[in-house]
């Protein structure tokens, strides 16, 4: 099993809790191939990528290669709530080796500026 975790600004892979029936060569293509995949994922009314934006929190890759991704969403009255998930599944199974992908929205931490990247700070000029 492996995760993605976003704490601060950013996901970052985390050691397993347990060893992986996966090669950690395997994981950590599939580690980069979802975050790319995560990346052409565009809230529709903002210009920047859900992954920079810090919307990902958790994404885990389990050892049947099922993926798990927990994410939030700007506001809960986000206008694209009901697309957003959907996106970021059919992202995510595009991947190849990637199994059966479930995503849940969590509001706990809650969005905030803070978890945006400086990428995505200087798309939107909030500086």
């Known amino acids: 099993m492996s995760d993605i975790k976003s704490d601060d600004q950013k996901p970052e892979a985390t050691a397993p ?4 029936a996966l090669p950690q060569e395997e994981i950590a293509r599939l580690t980069d ?3 790319a995949a995560l990346k052409t994922v565009y809230d529709p009314e903002i210009p920047a990528d859900i992954y920079e934006l810090g919307l990902i929190y958790k994404v885990d890759i389990k050892d ?3 993926v798990n991704v927990d994410m939030t ?3 809960p009255n986000c206008p694209a709530a ?3 998930p959907m996106m970021v599944e059919n992202a995510v199974a595009s991947v190849a080796g990637v199994g059966p992908v479930t995503v849940e929205i969590v509001w706990d931490p809650p969005w905030d500026p803070s978890r945006m990247s400086d990428e995505a700070r200087l ?3 909030m500086w």
């Open 17 to 20: 809790a347990q060893e992986s």
């Open 33 to 35: 191939d979802i975050v």
């Open 64 to 66: 049947d290669r099922a």
């Open 73 to 75: 969403l700007t506001t």
């Open 82 to 84: 009901a697309e957003l």
């Open 123 to 125: 798309v939107l000029n």
